[in-house]
């Protein structure tokens, strides 16, 4: 077959299925809203997508706002009376829909995609059967295809041509797979699958090569064999995202002779998808390139992304340690122990806690915290250390008005985009599971000490710090800068890190709840005003 033949078969038999009301609902919980959701519809038909995949098929109540649907009957609701040649389709995963409220067949929803694990293939395979015999064009969409040794792909697409459904999709979940992963996965399915069953594709971005990946498939496929590619409006979908629509779609006009219309995508993005992105970013994260190297649920990457508390570095090292038998389904108990085996890493820190108590014990602090109220009250702070001869500790940062005393870092993360402003005349002070970027003569604390003390364990750096002032006997602890946490408005001076991206107002009344205990072992006073000295 000749280029130009292979060109223009090629041509006929590609098709792009656009998935944001679907896999971009993991971004806003699915509610678009029901005029956007109408109007991306709209756009997307305009642009000549050929497959629209409008949401999820769930056990739910029906919302006009969300792309989740009790049934096709409250799916055809926000479809348009005129579509062109654009088809739709919905996905079922095939434990969260009961089969029996999926309704026979009228034409509307062209295709239903059902998704189910390795584990439970079986189940979803028995779904997909009952999808079928209900009049519907069935794709099949195993999770985590990368999960399947050959043998046992090789084992599921027998069973897949047997049932002889629509299609079947080449699944990248966790975003893991690599150019020659994809052409041996590729080679699997092009020899293993009946020829008549449309091959698609679906991948993530973890590690930024969607776009290649897609063209690399086009590239290597069989120009006999159909196939469909999934893509959403600026790659929107669970972060990190997916392939890019508006790339895909460029790309096959200049290359595969296709004449998508680009504008009203790039129109639908403008107006609807950018302004959710600047709330819930996605793209890129090295966080989740950790996930997919090691082909991870990425549900791994985001729980410890939410701690806040861990470097790149330390994820790598806890991800690393995840059991075989717990990578393709999330067990947050699982990842919650190697999390606390990780940063209870224990040292000898009886000699620093000696040397530090000879300094601290008797004297008054001043604690430092990044909150605005610390700059523009510098002037009453400074007053207090001078009258109370105070000693000076900052905590998770360094003030650049401090001269000397001590600075005390619980957070890795923190401590590491400190490295390069640590000042000479400060002694610093860690907890244990910090261990890259530790100094000789720097003092290093338990972390589980600090942070498990009483009846509620807390990793929030200022309990932790007045913990640690408590074990040193110290006479009072001022507070400056513990402004607290406010829904909107500033929290931290600019300039400083700080941001908890998880920290929220409902923070402010454990962390009160922490310093009323302390209360009972130290003086604690309030120098800036403070959410916390409202609560306590």
């Known amino acids: ?37 109408r109007s991306i519809i709209d756009r997307l038909i305009e642009a000549k997508t050929d497959l629209v995949e409008v949401g999820f098929l769930r056990n739910c109540t029906y919302d006009p706002d969300r792309t989740l649907f009790h049934s096709v009957r409250e799916l055809k609701k926000v479809l348009p009376s005129s579509h062109g040649n654009t088809k739709f389709v919905a996905m079922a995963l095939h434990n969260q829909y009961d089969i029996r409220n999926l309704e026979e067949c009228d034409g509307t929803v062209d295709a239903v995609r059902v998704t189910f694990h390795d584990y439970d293939a079986e189940e979803g395979l028995d779904f997909c059967r009952k999808v079928k015999e209900k009049g519907y064009q069935l794709f099949i969409n195993p999770i985590n295809i990368m999960g399947y040794r050959d043998q046992e792909l090789v084992k599921l697409l027998k069973k897949v041509s047997n049932l002889e459904p629509y299609g079947f999709s080449i699944v990248d979940t966790f975003g893991s797979m690599t150019k020659k992963e994809l052409v041996r996965i590729y080679s699997l399915c092009e020899n293993n699958l009946d020829e008549a069953i449309v091959l698609g594709l679906h991948l993530h971005e973890n590690m930024a090569q969607s776009f290649l990946l897609a063209q690399t498939f086009l590239e290597m496929k069989d120009p006999r064999r159909n ?55 996605w793209g890129y994260m090295a966080e989740y390139f950790i996930s997919a190297k090691y082909n991870l649920h990425r549900n791994y990457a985001e729980y410890l992304l939410s701690k806040g508390t861990l470097t790149a570095r330390d994820m790598h090292q806890i991800l690393k340690m995840l059991p075989e038998n717990k990578k393709s389904a999330f067990d947050p108990a699982c990842i919650e122990e190697l999390y606390q085996e990780y940063k209870n890493q224990t040292v000898s820190d009886q000699a620093s806690l000696g040397s530090l108590k000879q300094i601290f014990e008797g004297r008054a602090v001043v604690l430092l915290a990044p909150g605005t109220s610390l700059e523009y009250q510098w002037d009453k702070v400074k007053d207090y250390i001078r009258s109370q001869k105070a000693i000076i500790v900052s905590a998770n940062f360094y003030f650049a008005e401090q001269e000397g005393g001590f600075a005390f870092f619980s957070n890795a993360k923190r401590f590491a985009e400190y490295q390069a402003l640590r000042k000479q005349d400060i002694h610093v002070i860690l907890t244990s599971n910090i261990t890259k970027g530790v100094r000789p003569g720097d003092d290093v604390i338990n972390y589980q000490r600090l942070a498990m003390e009483g009846e509620e364990p807390s990793e929030n750096c200022g309990i932790m710090l007045l913990r640690l002032m408590s074990l040193l006997k110290v006479k009072e602890a001022a507070l400056a800068g513990f402004d607290g946490y406010t829904e909107e408005g500033e929290d931290y001076m600019k300039g400083y890190f700080g941001a908890f991206q998880n920290a929220r107002e409902g923070d402010n009344r454990k962390i009160a709840g922490e310093i009323r205990k302390l209360q009972k072992k130290i003086k604690i006073l309030f120098l800036t005003p403070s959410q916390y000295e409202e609560a306590v």
């Open 227 to 281: 196939c469909v590619l999934d893509a959403s409006l600026n790659g929107m979908g669970r972060v990190p995202g997916n392939l890019c629509l508006e790339l895909i779609m460029d790309y096959m006009n200049r290359s595969y002779g296709k004449d998508y219309d680009i504008d009203p995508v790039l129109d639908a993005i403008e107006e609807y998808i950018t302004p959710i992105k600047s709330r819930e970013p």
């Open 1 to 37: 077959m000749t280029p130009e033949i292979r060109k223009e078969t090629d041509m006929e038999n590609i098709r792009l299925l656009d998935c944001t009301l679907r896999d971009g609902g993991y971004i806003n919980d699915w509610n678009f809203g029901e005029k956007t959701i």
